[in-house]
């Protein structure tokens, strides 16, 4: 793993400073290639081009990606939003997806969301038992039983399945990847696409991709 979360905020500062010239070098974004245009598009947030990332707790790609996206995020202009949404493409990864909405229902993911991608990518705990994820949670200060109640809760079952859907409507075969404006959807993996080049420079060509997208949602390309 090329990220060492001690160097977190160093990373995201690079990010930053980074994107613009890879937004410059990235010569035009291809359909088909670098990102895909859906031919059926997804009802949106009024009043907002909206963003969402895709992805899974335990995904190392994810964690790589974390701190690009966390500096692009912090440069967002003020007719953008950015969710997250967590996938689940197999059964295990269930925990961490209701995980995911129980601690945003609690206000508390964003609080503790580097925590458990550490203990996960780092230390080497899978948390993948609802036991295991509660005890190292009540080790964050998070509250545990809460954490289990809001954990099994109908609205935490309601923001699973409209997760599902929106990954089904974006027709997504893997993480990290990023939707736009309902419309489109490029990763790192696209936009990088027959190049030779590292994690980190694949998500800030990701962003590069996302940039030029909003662009042609505003225009209402």
């Known amino acids: 793993m090329s990220i060492n979360r001690r160097d977190f905020a160093a990373a995201a500062s690079l990010a930053a400073l980074n994107l613009p010239l890879i937004a410059q070098a990235q010569g035009g974004p291809v359909e088909g290639r670098h990102y895909q245009k859906l031919q059926q598009p997804l009802p949106t947030t009024a009043g907002k081009i909206e963003v969402v990332e895709f992805f899974w707790y335990g995904c190392p790609h ?27 493409f197999r059964p295990n990864m269930r925990v961490h997806q209701r995980t995911y909405f129980a ?63 929106l990954a089904e409507g974006f027709r997504l075969e893997g993480v990290p990847a990023v939707g736009v404006a309902g419309r489109f959807l490029t990763s790192p993996a696209m936009a990088s696409a027959g190049m030779r080049i590292d994690e980190e420079q694949s998500g800030l060509r ?3 991709v996302v940039d030029f997208l909003i662009k042609r949602a505003r225009q209402g390309a």
């Open 206 to 208: 990701a962003l590069a």
């Open 62 to 88: 994810c964690y790589v990606f974390e701190p690009a996206l966390a500096a692009w995020t912090g440069q967002l202009p003020a007719d953008v939003s950015l969710r997250k949404s967590h996938v689940l």
């Open 103 to 165: 601690l945003e229902v609690m206000g508390k993911e964003a609080e503790v969301r580097g925590k458990i991608f550490d203990a996960i990518h780092r230390q080497g705990q899978r948390l993948d038992e609802l036991d295991a994820m509660a005890a190292f949670l009540a080790k964050q200060g998070i509250d545990a039983a809460k954490f289990k109640d809001t954990f099994g809760s109908f609205g935490v079952n309601n923001k699973c399945g409209q997760a599902d859907k």
